[in-house]
C-alpha cells in the first residue's frame, strides 16, 4: 500500500528461494527423463521454456529443446514458421534474463537457419535495440553479422548504422571495426591500391576520424580505426627473391624468399637443364614450419659447366638463374620491392602528410599524449622512414618513458625501424660482397631476416638481442657475428649448415648443452665463446672440443 | 487463440513479450476502487477498508497466450473526493476502470459522468471497463444488471458485476482488459511510454560524464 | 457539500504552486494531518500549464479586476483577528493575447492569391492588471455565427480541469458533439494538409477546437538531469508520477541581428560530429569542459584567475572568440561579463548533469511544467492529505498578542492549523517586505507553425539569446512540440523569458530574429499563430 514496498524477512526470502530451487531441480530433472526416453512432447517445450527463462546458459536444456522441436515439426510451413516465431519470442524473454546468453543466441541462429521464411528485417532491428541497451554486446555484433549475411542486408545500411553507433559515442570500438569490415565492401580499391578503401572513401574517412582523436585523443577506438586507413594492405605474399648458392664441392641451395609465409607448395616449380626429371627437389623450411617466407632445396650442381635453372609460377614470368663456369652465386630480386612494401602514391603522400600535420598539432595540444605519438611514428614510418628517423626514434624513446608498461613493445618496433633502414642500405650497396651488419643500435629482435636468407656474412654484435630464433632463415651465412648481446640460446643457428664462423663473444651461454646444438653445423671451423659463463667451467676448452671436434679455432678468453 | 499446431509454445513461464500498461481507476467515494485493485493484486480484502487510502502505484502482471501483460495501477488517492482530481491522473492512461457500487444509483451516475471526462480527457484508444461492485450485496441492489449493461455497449465499454469481497469477476475484468489492449512488437523495452521515467537506479555520470 | 470535511489540520497549505506542493508532500510524507486548498478550478497556480481556451480564461481572469472578497466572518477568541490575503493574479501585468490568424477556416484553395494570405484580426485583450487601466478589447466582431458559437462552447466548458468538466457534463451539457467535430476537424485538416502540401494555414476556430491539446506553460521550468529537484523526485518515489524528455539540443545565436542559429556542441558526442567548431577548436573546447568538470582539483591553474572576469581565463586558455561565446553564452548562461568563479560554477553544473538522460543536461516533464505541482499533490494525497480545488481563502485568523496564525476563514467556515503555508503571492501584502526586492519577469508564449531550427526529428530546444549585438537583455527560449505533448502536431510552442517589467518591449529584438507575424514572410522564420505576453512579479528574491 502507498507504493511502499513490503519487505519480506530474510527467511520469508529463504524459504521461497528454497522452494523455486526445488521446483527448478524437478523441472531439469523431468526434462532430461524425457530426453532419455525420447518424449519429446508439449510437456517438454513447457518445461525447457520455464527452465531456460530462468537460467539461460544451460547448453542441454537448449539442445533438448531443440531436439523436441524437431521431433514436432509439422510439414506445414505455416505452422512450423508460426512455432518458430514463438521461439524467437521465447528468445527474447531469456534475453531479458541475460542479454550476453551464448545458448539464447546460439538458439536464435538455429531458429533463422530453420525458417522457412526467416523474418530478417526484424532481426536487423531487434540487434539495434540490443546495441542500444549494451553497444559492446559482443553476442549480439556477432548476430549481426549473421544477420546481415543471411538478408543480404546492404553493407550500405550497415555502414550507416555503425556511423550513428560512433556518432552516439566515439569509444564503441565494437562500430569502429565493424565500419572497418564494412568499408572495403562498399568502397573497394582498385586492385592495384596499396589502401584498404578507395580514395574518395579514405578521405572521408580520414576526416571522421581526425575529429574523433581530436575530440578525445585519449580514447584509442578511433586511433586503432586511424591506423587500419593509414596501414597498407599487404597484397597477398609475393616471391621476392630466388638464388642459388653454392656452399661446397658440388653442394649447393636453392632458396625462394617470399614476402609473407606461404606453405610449400607455393613455391614455384622448376626445373634444372630443361628436365625435371631426376630426383625431386626437396623443399625445406629453415624453422621447419609449414607456411615460411624462406622456403630452400639441396641442389647439387658441377660448377664446371653451365646451368641454367628455370623457376615459373602461373601467371608470372619464368625466372631463370645462370649457374656455373665460375659463377657460385646466383640470385635474382624478383619483386621490385622497397623493404616495407611499395612506393607511396601521390594521394597517399598527401593524406599522409595531412594526417601528420593534424598530429604534430595535436602534439602540441596535448603533449605527452601516447596514441598521438604512436600515430605520429606510424605515419613518418610510412612516409619516408629513413628521412624522419631521428624524429621517429625521438617519440619511440619518449613513448618508452610515457608508456613504460610497454617499454618492450617500443624497443621492438625501433628495433625493426632500424632493421628496415639498413636492410634498405644494404640493399643499395649490396654489389660490393655480401655483408650485412647493425652494431650498436640497441635491437630487441631481428626482423626482416628472410630478407638476409642469401647473405653471407652477417654482423649484429653490441646489440640487445635475447632471442635470436628468426636467425634461422640465415640458410646461407658463413661468417655470424653476435658479440656483445644477451643470447643464452643457440639453437636457432642449428640449421645454417654453412656456417663456418660463429662468434658469441660476451653473451649469456651457460651451459655446455647449449653448443650441442652445434654439432650439425659441419662447416664451423671458428667459434668465439669468450666471455661467457660457459667458459668459467672446468674443463670447459676440452668439453668443447669434444663436441665439436671440427673446429679449428676456439676462443675461450 | 485456437491452438493451430500439434507443437504448441506453451503458455506462460514468463515467455514472449512483456507490455505495460497504466490503468486508472475511476468512481465516486466508497464504491471500493481500492478494494477491487487490493484483491487483484494481493488477493486481500478488508471488511473496513480505510477510505481514500489509496493504492497509489502497484503493479500486477496477466498472461496471455504469448504475452504477458503488466499493469501499472493508479489509484485516486482520495483527490476525487473533493473533486480535486488532477488532470495529470490520465495522462497516458491506457486501461480505466470505472467503478460503481450496485447498492446506491448516484454512484452510477457519477460513473457516467467519468466516462464522459474520460472520453474527453484521455486518450482516445483507452481501453474502459465499466465495474459494479459489490456484487455480493445483490439484495441491497438500486442498479439494474441490464441498464448497466446497456449502457456500456451503447459506449462500448467492457461490462462486469464484481466483488472485491468474494473475489467475483476481479481477475476476469482485469485478464478481459488485457485481451482488449492492443500490445505492440516493440518488446524490447515493454514499456508503452513516450518519455522517459526517471529511476533511483538511472546512471549517474562519473567524473568523465561530461565527456561520454 | 462536504459536511464531513475535518477543520482541523496541523497543516494548511494555500495554492498549488510547486513550492507549496513540495511543502505539502513533505508534511503528509512524515505524517502531518495536512489541507491542501487552491481557490482556482485547476492546481500550479503561477506555474499552471493550460489548454488553449484554458489560457484564454487565465487572460480574462488576471485582466479583470476581482470584486473584493469579503473578509466573512466567524466567532473569534479574544486577540483574534481576521486579516485578508492577496490575490496572486495581481502579480501579472501587461497581459495581451493576440490571434495572428483569422477566425474561421478559409474557404478552400481561393482563385485569388491574395485571399489565400490570412487577414490578420487581431483580438486585443489589453491590461496591465493590478490596479491600473483595463483596455477592454476593441475586436472587428465580424457578425458570423459560427464565431458566436465557438464563444458559445467556451462559455458552456468554462473550466478545463478535469473535475470541472464533469460538473459540467453531469449538468447534461451535450459534451459528445464537440468531441465530434474535434475529430472530424483534425482529420478535414490532415487531408488539407496532404492535399497543398505546403504549410498548415490556421484558424482560431480550429485551434480552439483542438483546446484539449495544449498544455501551455506559465512558467515552464526545466530540471537539470543531476540537480536537487531530479534527486528529490527520485528519492521522494514521485518520480514515476512523471514522463520527461531531454531537451535535445541547445542553441546559440552568433551575430546581430543578421546572425544565425547555431546548435551548441556540448558533449562529447556533439564535439565530434559538430561542424560549427574546427579541428583544433574541438580539442580545445573538450579539454577545457574536462577541465572545467573537475577545475577545484586544480586550485593552481585558477589562483590569479578567480576574482576576474570568466572571458580573460578563457581566453589564457586559448580559447578561440567562437568557443568563448560557446562558453560563457550557452554553456555557462552567464554572458561575458560574469566573473570566473561564477562562470566555472554555472558551467560545471551544465556538464555535471549532461549524458545522463540525454545529450544536454536538462529535462522537460511532458505535458508541461504543470505536472510538476501536481506529481508532489498526488504524494500527499496518497499520505492522507485533503485536496480541494475552487477554495477561496477569506482571510487568515491571526492571532496577534502571539503573532501567530491560528488558521483560516474559507466560505464562511474556520479551518484551524499550527502551521500555515502560502507563497508571497498570497500573502497579505502587510505581511512582505517593503524594501521593493522584488524583481519583474517578462515572459511571452508563442504558438508557431515550425520550428525555429527545422530538423529531421521533433527537437526540444533551449536557446539563450545573449545580451550583446542589439539585444538589451539575454533571453532563455525553449522550444517545444507535439511529441511532449504541450500543442497538437504540425505546431510548436516557443516560450520567452527575461528579467524586465515589459515584456513586449524587452522580448522584442528576439521575437523579430527568430519569428514572423507575416503570412507570406520569405524568410524561413516561423510564423507566429498566436501570442501571448504577459510580465509577473518576481518573488523569488524575497
Known amino acids: 500500500m502507498h507504493g511502499r514496498l513490503k519487505i519480506k524477512t530474510t527467511a520469508e526470502q529463504a524459504a521461497e528461494k528454497k522452494k523455486e530451487r526445488e521446483e527448478k531441480q524437478k523441472l531439469y530433472l523431468a526434462g532430461l527423463s524425457k530426453r532419455a526416453s525420447g518424449t519429446y512432447d508439449e510437456e517438454c517445450l513447457k518445461t525447457t521454456a520455464q527452465l531456460l527463462a530462468a537460467n539461460p546458459d544451460a547448453t542441454t536444456l537448449w539442445n533438448i529443446r531443440r531436439e523436441a522441436l524437431l521431433a514436432g515439426k509439422s510439414e506445414d510451413e505455416e505452422s512450423w514458421s508460426e512455432v518458430l516465431q514463438g521461439e524467437l519470442k521465447m528468445i527474447v524473454a531469456c534475453l531479458g534474463k541475460n542479454h550476453k546468453s551464448y545458448g539464447a543466441w546460439h538458439h536464435r541462429c538455429w531458429v533463422m537457419e530453420n525458417f522457412p521464411n526467416p523474418p530478417w528485417a526484424a532481426e536487423v532491428k531487434l540487434c539495434d535495440n540490443y546495441l542500444k541497451l549494451d553497444e559492446r554486446n559482443f553476442h549480439c555484433w556477432d548476430y549481426r553479422r549473421f544477420v546481415v549475411a543471411g538478408s543480404k542486408q546492404q553493407p550500405e545500411d550497415e555502414l550507416k548504422a555503425s556511423q550513428q553507433l560512433i556518432e552516439h559515442n566515439l569509444s564503441n570500438y565494437s562500430a569502429w571495426h565493424y565500419r572497418s569490415k564494412l568499408l572495403p565492401l562498399v568502397h573497394p580499391p582498385p586492385a592495384t591500391s596499396p589502401h584498404p578503401v578507395a580514395e574518395q572513401a579514405l578521405i572521408k574517412e580520414l576526416q571522421m576520424v581526425v575529429e574523433a582523436v581530436f575530440t578525445d585523443p585519449s580514447d584509442q577506438s578511433p586511433w586503432f580505426f586511424l591506423r587500419w586507413l593509414v596501414g597498407r594492405q599487404e597484397k597477398g605474399p609475393r616471391l621476392l627473391q630466388v638464388g642459388y648458392i653454392h656452399t661446397q664441392g658440388e653442394a649447393g641451395k636453392l632458396v625462394c624468399v617470399f614476402s609473407q609465409p606461404v606453405p610449400q607448395s607455393a613455391v614455384p616449380e622448376t626445373t634444372v637443364d630443361g628436365v625435371n626429371g631426376g630426383a625431386p627437389l626437396c623443399w625445406w623450411a629453415p624453422d621447419k614450419s609449414v607456411y615460411s617466407r624462406v622456403w630452400a632445396a639441396d641442389l647439387s650442381l658441377p660448377l664446371d659447366k653451365e646451368h641454367s635453372i628455370n623457376l615459373s609460377q602461373t601467371g608470372q614470368p619464368t625466372r631463370s638463374l645462370m649457374v656455373g663456369q665460375g659463377v657460385a652465386r646466383a640470385l635474382e630480386w624478383v619483386a621490385n620491392m622497397e623493404v616495407c612494401g611499395e612506393e607511396l602514391s601521390d594521394t597517399t603522400r598527401s593524406t599522409l602528410e595531412e594526417v601528420k600535420e593534424n598530429c604534430t598539432t595535436l602534439d602540441e595540444l596535448d603533449p605527452d599524449n601516447k596514441w598521438v605519438m604512436l600515430t605520429l611514428v606510424h605515419v613518418l614510418w610510412a612516409l619516408d622512414s629513413r628521412a624522419h628517423l631521428p624524429a621517429i626514434l625521438h617519440y619511440l624513446a619518449q613513448l618508452q618513458t610515457l608508456d613504460p608498461l610497454r617499454h618492450n613493445y617500443y624497443a621492438d618496433m625501433k628495433s625493426k625501424l632500424v632493421m628496415e633502414t639498413a636492410l634498405r642500405k644494404h640493399r643499395v650497396t649490396e654489389v660490393d660482397g655480401d655483408k650485412f651488419h647493425v652494431c650498436g643500435q640497441d635491437l630487441t629482435r631481428v626482423t626482416h631476416s628472410h630478407l638476409l636468407a642469401t647473405t653471407d656474412c652477417v654482423d649484429l654484435s653490441n646489440n640487445s638481442l635475447s632471442s635470436i630464433s628468426s636467425l634461422c632463415n640465415l640458410i646461407a651465412c658463413k661468417e655470424l657475428t653476435l658479440d656483445q648481446n644477451e643470447i643464452q640460446n643457440l639453437s636457432p643457428l642449428s640449421a645454417l649448415a654453412a656456417l663456418q664462423h660463429l662468434s658469441v663473444a660476451n653473451n649469456k651461454i651457460a651451459d655446455i648443452k647449449q653448443l650441442s646444438c652445434l654439432q650439425s653445423l659441419t662447416n664451423l671451423r671458428h667459434l668465439n665463446l669468450k666471455n661467457n659463463p660457459v667458459c668459467e667451467m672446468e674443463d670447459s676448452e676440452t668439453r668443447i672440443r669434444e663436441l665439436l671436434p671440427g673446429l679449428q679455432t676456439l676462443i675461450l678468453r | 487463440m485456437a491452438q493451430r499446431t500439434s507443437v504448441q509454445r506453451p503458455s506462460g513461464g514468463g515467455q514472449g513479450k512483456i507490455c505495460q500498461f497504466k490503468l486508472v481507476l475511476l468512481g465516486e467515494s466508497a464504491v471500493g476502487k481500492s478494494s477491487l485493485v487490493l484483491r487483484f493484486v494481493k488477493g486481500q480484502f478488508h471488511e473496513y477498508q480505510e477510505s481514500t487510502i489509496g493504492a497509489a502505484f502497484l503493479t500486477q502482471t496477466v498472461c496471455l497466450d504469448d504475452t504477458t501483460v503488466k499493469f501499472e495501477i493508479w489509484d485516486t488517492a482520495g483527490q476525487e473526493r473533493y473533486h480535486s482530481l488532477a488532470p495529470m491522473y490520465y495522462r497516458g492512461a491506457q486501461a480505466a476502470i470505472v467503478v460503481y457500487d450496485i447498492t446506491n444509483q448516484d454512484t452510477f451516475g457519477r460513473a457516467k459522468t467519468w466516462v464522459k471526462e474520460l472520453q474527453r480527457q484521455a486518450s482516445p484508444n483507452i481501453v474502459i471497463a465499466l465495474a459494479g461492485n459489490k456484487a455480493d450485496l445483490a439484495n441491497k441492489r438500486m442498479v439494474e444488471y441490464e441498464e448497466a449493461q446497456t449502457y456500456a455497449e451503447e459506449n462500448s465499454l467492457l461490462f462486469m458485476e464484481t466483488s472485491a469481497k468474494t473475489a467475483m469477476n476481479v481477475n476476469d475484468i482485469f485478464l478481459a482488459i488485457a485481451k482488449k489492449l492492443p500490445k505492440s512488437d516493440n518488446s524490447a523495452t515493454g514499456s508503452q511510454r513516450e518519455g522517459m521515467t526517471l529511476r533511483p537506479s538511472d546512471p549517474t555520470p562519473g567524473p568523465a560524464g561530461c565527456c561520454k | ?542
Not at chain 3, 487531408?191 to 501551455?216: T, V
Not at chain 3, 562529447?268 to 579541428?279: G, I, K, M, Q, Y
Not at chain 3, 507535439?482 to 510552442?493: A, E, F, Q, R, S
Open chain 3, 1 to 542: 457539500m462536504d459536511d464531513d470535511l475535518p477543520t482541523q489540520y496541523e497543516v494548511i497549505v494555500v495554492g498549488t504552486g510547486l513550492v507549496e506542493c513540495v511543502v505539502a508532500a513533505a508534511a503528509a510524507r512524515v505524517g502531518k494531518k495536512v489541507l491542501h486548498i487552491d481557490k482556482n478550478d485547476y492546481y500550479g497556480v503561477q506555474w499552471a500549464s493550460f489548454t488553449l481556451k484554458g489560457a484564454q480564461q487565465w487572460v480574462d481572469e488576471v485582466t479583470t479586476t476581482p470584486a473584493p472578497t469579503p473578509p466573512g466572518d466567524c466567532e473569534l477568541e479574544e486577540g483574534e483577528q481576521l486579516v485578508g490575503v492577496a490575490n496572486p493574479s495581481e502579480d501579472y501585468s501587461g497581459v495581451r493575447q493576440t490571434w495572428h490568424v483569422p477566425k474561421e477556416p478559409l474557404p478552400s484553395p481561393s482563385p485569388e492569391p491574395a485571399a489565400a494570405a490570412p487577414v490578420e484580426q487581431v483580438v486585443k485583450e489589453e491590461g496591465s492588471g493590478g490596479e491600473s487601466t483595463q483596455v477592454t478589447g476593441t475586436p472587428d466582431t465580424p457578425p458570423a455565427t459560427p464565431q458566436d458559437t465557438a464563444q458559445d462552447a467556451v462559455q458552456a466548458m468554462p473550466q478545463d480541469t478535469a473535475q470541472d468538466a464533469v460538473e459540467a457534463t453531469a449538468q447534461g451539457v451535450a459534451q459528445e458533439m464537440p468531441q465530434a467535430d474535434q475529430t472530424q476537424d483534425s482529420t478535414t485538416m490532415k487531408s488539407e494538409k496532404e492535399e497543398s502540401g505546403g504549410k498548415k494555414e490556421w484558424s482560431q476556430e480550429e485551434l480552439l477546437n483542438l483546446s484539449r491539446k495544449f498544455n501551455l506553460d506559465l512558467a515552464p521550468k526545466l530540471l537539470y538531469s543531476q540537480g536537487p529537484m531530479v534527486e528529490l523526485l527520485i528519492s521522494s518515489n514521485i518520480a514515476r508520477y512523471v514522463e520527461f524528455k531531454c531537451i535535445s539540443r541547445v542553441l546559440t545565436w552568433l551575430g546581430g541581428d543578421e546572425g544565425n542559429l547555431l546548435v551548441v556542441p556540448c558533449s562529447r558526442s556533439d564535439v565530434f560530429t559538430t561542424s560549427a567548431v574546427t579541428l583544433v577548436e574541438k580539442r580545445l573546447l573538450m579539454k577545457f569542459l574536462e577541465f572545467c568538470h573537475q577545475y577545484d582539483r586544480h586550485p593552481e591553474q585558477l589562483e590569479e584567475h578567480l576574482d576576474k572576469p570568466f572571458v580573460d581565463f578563457l581566453r589564457s586558455k586559448k580559447l578561440t572568440d567562437n568557443l568563448i561565446h560557446f562558453v560563457t553564452e550557452a554553456i555557462g548562461m552567464v554572458g561575458e561579463g560574469a566573473g570566473c568563479k561564477e562562470g566555472l560554477e554555472r558551467t560545471r553544473a551544465f556538464l555535471t548533469s549532461l549524458g545522463r538522460y540525454g545529450t544536454t543536461p536538462f529535462l522537460f516533464s511532458m505535458y508541461g511544467s504543470g505536472e510538476l505541482p501536481q506529481a508532489f499533490c498526488r504524494l500527499c494525497a496518497v499520505f492522507e492529505g485533503i485536496y480541494i480545488l475552487r477554495k477561496p481563502v477569506s482571510s487568515l485568523v491571526v492571532h496577534s498578542p502571539s503573532h501567530t496564525c491560528r488558521g483560516l476563514l474559507s466560505e464562511g467556515q474556520r479551518f484551524t492549523c499550527n502551521h500555515l503555508v502560502m507563497s508571497a503571492s498570497h500573502a497579505p501584502r502587510d505581511y512582505l517586505p517593503r524594501d521593493g526586492s522584488t524583481q519583474g519577469v517578462s515572459r511571452a508564449v508563442f504558438l508557431t507553425d515550425r520550428s525555429i531550427l527545422p530538423h529531421e526529428k521533433e527537437q526540444l530546444t533551449l536557446l539563450r539569446v545573449p545580451a550583446k549585438e542589439g539585444n538589451p537583455i539575454p533571453v532563455t527560449v525553449l522550444e517545444v512540440g507535439p511529441g511532449t505533448h504541450v500543442c497538437p502536431k504540425d505546431l510548436y510552442c516557443v516560450h520567452m523569458t527575461c528579467q524586465g517589467t515589459d515584456a513586449e518591449s524587452d522580448l522584442r529584438v528576439v521575437v523579430e530574429r527568430l519569428l514572423t507575424t507575416e503570412a507570406d514572410d520569405t524568410s524561413s522564420k516561423p510564423r507566429i499563430v498566436w501570442s501571448l505576453y504577459f510580465n509577473q512579479v518576481d518573488h523569488s528574491g524575497m
